[in-house]
């Protein structure tokens, strides 16, 4: 079991940045897909980007690519997303999610293949 703890959402403005974490419970010497997900109101679960913690491999969404990094400090058991140049359609509700082992390229963004989740942290990006 992996408990999952999101911090750092809050309100900016757009353009401005954020840097979310997500503290794993616990963190394997074996892979963990850790993905990043957001959900607004009134509209379906969108992956925003994943990392393969063994390997470093990335995936980004479309919407987000260029702007927002993923990136993993192993010796914290912590994984971040840096959202830069942030637009008022960046406003949601951001979630982490860790699976054990791999996942294909074409699966990493899908939130049914997480078996964990946190607790979800707003960011709220006004114009």
């Not at 309100?11 to 074996?30: E, F």
């Not at 927002?68 to 951001?94: C, G, H, R, W």
Request: glycine letters at 12%.
């Amino acid at each position: 079991q992996v408990q999952l703890t999101e911090s750092g959402g809050g309100s900016v403005q757009a353009g401005g940045s954020l840097r979310l974490s997500c503290a794993a419970s616990a963190y394997p010497s074996t892979g963990y897909c850790m993905g990043w997900f957001r959900q607004a109101p009134g509209k379906e679960r969108e992956g925003v980007a994943a990392i393969y913690t063994s390997g470093d491999k990335t995936l980004y969404a479309d919407s987000v690519k260029g702007r927002f990094t993923i990136s993993q400090d192993s010796s914290k058991n912590t994984v971040y997303l840096e959202m830069n140049s942030l637009k008022p359609e960046d406003t949601a509700m951001y979630y982490c999610a860790a699976k054990p082992g791999s996942l294909p390229r074409w699966q990493i963004l899908l939130g049914d293949k997480y078996n964990y989740w946190g607790q979800g942290t707003q960011v709220t990006v006004s114009s």
